[in-house]
């Protein structure tokens, strides 16, 4: 019986340490990822998988946004396919010397 018991403990422990170094933390940035993707609203900076950079101009209830990228040019974007929301930038105001 301890033999059994033996062979066990050190498959227990790697299988703990796996889910806490590897398996738990990915899981919260997946549910981070999530988050983010369905609170982009309209005029925030996103960045696509792809590694275009636009504003969202509508969104839309079919997971589907859509982006500008120029002007003038907009582009149809799942929203899965988003890898980063930046916040709106708002514009520095400049001095008049």
């Given at each position: 019986?301890?033999d059994?018991?033996?062979?066990?403990?050190?498959?227990?422990?790697?299988?703990?340490?796996?889910?806490?170094?590897?398996?738990?933390?990915?899981?919260?940035?997946?549910?981070?990822?999530?988050q983010?993707?369905?609170?982009?609203?309209?005029?925030?900076?996103v960045?696509?998988?792809?590694?275009?950079?636009?504003?969202?101009?509508?969104?839309r209830?079919?997971?589907?946004?859509?982006v500008?990228?120029?002007d003038?040019?907009?582009?149809?974007?799942?929203?899965?396919?988003?890898?980063?929301?930046?916040?709106?930038?708002?514009?520095?105001?400049?001095?008049?010397?």
């Amino acid at each position: 019986m301890t033999d059994f018991a033996s062979s066990i403990v050190p498959l227990v422990l790697v299988f703990a340490i796996m889910y806490f170094l590897l398996i738990r933390p990915q899981q919260q940035r997946m549910k981070q990822h999530r988050q983010m993707v369905d609170n982009v609203k309209r005029g925030d900076t996103v960045v696509t998988a792809g590694g275009i950079v636009g504003k969202v101009t509508k969104v839309r209830d079919d997971g589907e946004l859509m982006v500008e990228i120029a002007d003038n040019v907009q582009v149809r974007v799942m929203k899965s396919t988003l890898s980063e929301v930046r916040a709106k930038t708002v514009p520095a105001e400049t001095k008049a010397d």
